[in-house]
């Protein structure tokens, strides 16, 4: 609101009674400049924000200045209903509260606020020798008893006092140092004065005795003589013995307090993750987290942020809402991966069965059946194994059983040929492979002496845990690792004719008195011929001829 200011002149003529008019001034209309606190409360205010501004007015509602001027029976019924910690803290805020509380009509206020506490936080009943404020203190308290700083403090129980670490040594001594004169030494300190213990950094663990129980102790047993020594022991023993059980209490009651804090905090970082979890399926991520939330969890809980002792709150949420969506996205695809890779070696467990069920049904042991790798690589076959629904490779199994017959004779006409070619002959025929001294080598593997039957199903590759890149529906490509080995390869750099081990194989032929170039391996198989190797500690081995010229034994005879 404007005012009107008087010029120096106007101001003379109001005094002598005169009026503006009569002495010919005039007004003149100003804005009074405003004070500079006022300023200073206005440029604070403008840069307050809402919640500031809120925090403030909350402050100008909860002003307690008026407490200490409350009636007095006013005051005992409200501290009666508070907290015994909350009622220390009101006790330090004011020296008028101080001493209302610190006087004995407020015992029973004390004893009335220990009686708020829930039965399962409950502490043991406050010492004969304490007050209620100092017990208070000693259980709920973070200040030194004896220097009042909040300094961090060890609560000793059995001493019934809360000290810092720089009045420890002042208000207390070693155990040995606190043994009266005249005690006899098969009396333990520890059973009759009250012992607590002080960890220090390079001296490690020290037992301590208040100084003043220890002169106390000292001037009781020096008043009585020798004579009543007894009756004093056994006071401060039974002292001990209580002081004990009401350390036990303490620290039972102190473990529970921490049970109760890291459950309410598991608790809350439970909540927490579900809240996410409600979050992630918000978010389209529904179908997976209610099939799958056992796998994403691991990983979800090394993401930073999530594992964390408070509220999901809508800011927290805007901060992980793009790491872990990206967390789900590269998850799933290896999830899928894992899966189908889980998928292919269950499926082609299926198909190895299948395959060794049939070789046992074979009549000759050497007969020609194609492996489980020959029958896994098969374009179709492999496709239904990686991305085939149930109903689809149960249908392929049906049809491996069927069609087994026809692509074993297909694979052994083509396999021949490939052997046909590494024969010496200059007309090899098929008779040729089934020749008693026909034999191969694998160059790839350094397996020798393989006759045509072996040769035919050998894969070198056959290694548990090989593993071939499977092209799935979601993800670009995964290795999918089986134990069915790798199918046969035809490459004519893997095999080669064995003449070394084909020229002896064919001496012990003629040995035997047959014909090594017309006689086949069946045919030998058929005669009696027997052998004999003498070892090298006396023994002797009788082998039939196919043992005797096997690969193990051709170098040792």
């Not at 961090?152 to 006092?161: F, G, H, Q, S």
């Not at 333990?188 to 004065?193: A, C, E, K, Q, R």
């Not at 909540?271 to 399926?281: A, C, M, V």
């Not at 593993?467 to 490509?477: E, G, L, R």
Request: hydrophobic share 35%; glycine share 4%.
């Amino acid at each position: 609101m404007a005012t009107t200011k008087r010029k120096p002149e106007t101001r003379k003529s109001a005094e002598e009674g005169l009026s503006p008019a009569d002495s010919g001034d005039e007004y003149e209309e100003r804005t009074p400049e405003p004070s500079k606190t006022r300023g200073k409360k206005r440029a604070r205010t403008a840069k307050m924000t809402a919640k500031d501004k809120q925090q403030e007015k909350r402050r100008k509602k909860a002003n307690l200045s008026m407490l200490p001027e409350m009636p007095i029976d006013i005051l005992y019924e409200i501290f009666s209903l508070v907290h015994p910690r909350d009622l220390l803290h009101i006790s330090w805020t004011a020296k008028v509260l101080n001493g209302f509380l610190t006087s004995k009509s407020s015992r029973h206020v004390w004893q009335a606020s220990f009686k708020t506490v829930p039965e399962n936080e409950q502490p043991p009943p406050c010492p004969p020798e304490m007050t209620e404020m100092a017990y208070a203190n000693l259980v709920y308290g973070q200040c030194c008893m004896n220097c009042s700083n909040t300094h961090p403090t060890i609560p000793a129980w059995r001493a019934l006092v809360r000290v810092c670490g720089h009045c420890v040594e002042e208000i207390a001594i070693d155990r040995v140092s606190a043994r009266p004169d005249g005690l006899p030494y098969t009396t333990n300190m520890s059973d009759i004065l009250p012992v607590f213990r002080v960890n220090y950094r390079h001296q490690g663990v020290i037992e301590k005795v208040l100084r003043s129980d220890s002169e106390r102790f000292s001037e009781e047993l020096a008043a009585v003589g020798n004579s009543s020594q007894e009756d004093v022991i056994k006071k401060y023993q039974l002292l001990v013995r209580q002081r004990q059980e009401f350390s036990d209490a303490m620290s039972k009651l102190k473990r529970s307090a921490e049970k109760a804090k890291e459950d309410a905090r598991v608790d809350v970082r439970e909540r927490r993750i579900e809240r996410i979890w409600e979050k992630l399926s918000e978010e389209g991520w529904h179908e997976e987290i209610a099939t799958r939330k056992s796998m994403y969890k691991p990983g979800l809980l090394e993401i930073k942020g999530v594992v964390m002792t408070r509220p999901l709150g809508e800011k927290a949420w805007a901060e992980l809402r793009d790491p872990l969506n990206k967390f789900m996205r590269d998850e799933s695809k290896r999830i899928h991966a894992r899966l189908t890779a889980a998928r292919c070696r269950s499926r082609t467990d299926e198909v190895r069965k299948i395959v060794d069920s049939l070789h046992l049904s074979l009549p000759h042991p050497h007969d020609f059946y194609p492996s489980a790798a020959d029958i896994c690589w098969i374009p179709e076959v492999r496709k239904t194994i990686v991305d085939g629904t149930d109903k689809e490779f149960q249908d392929c199994e049906a049809d491996i059983r069927s069609r087994i017959p026809e692509l074993s004779a297909a694979w052994l006409e083509e396999r021949r040929k490939v052997f046909l070619q590494l024969l010496p002959q200059d007309s090899p025929s098929l008779e040729h492979l089934s020749l008693a001294t026909t034999l191969f080598d694998c160059m790839k593997c350094r397996k020798f002496g393989m006759r045509i039957e072996e040769a035919l199903s050998h894969c070198c590759r056959y290694y548990y845990g090989d593993k071939f890149i499977a092209q799935f529906s979601n993800v670009a490509s995964a290795s999918v690792y089986h134990d069915v080995g790798a199918p046969w390869d035809s490459g004519l750099a893997e095999y080669q004719y064995s003449t070394t081990l084909s020229a002896l194989v064919r001496e012990v032929v003629f040995e035997c008195g047959e014909n090594p170039d017309t006689i086949t391996t069946k045919e030998m198989n058929r005669k009696h011929h027997r052998f004999a190797r003498f070892g090298t500690d006396g023994t002797i081995a009788v082998l039939n001829w196919f043992q005797a010229v096997s690969f193990q034994n051709l170098f040792i005879r």
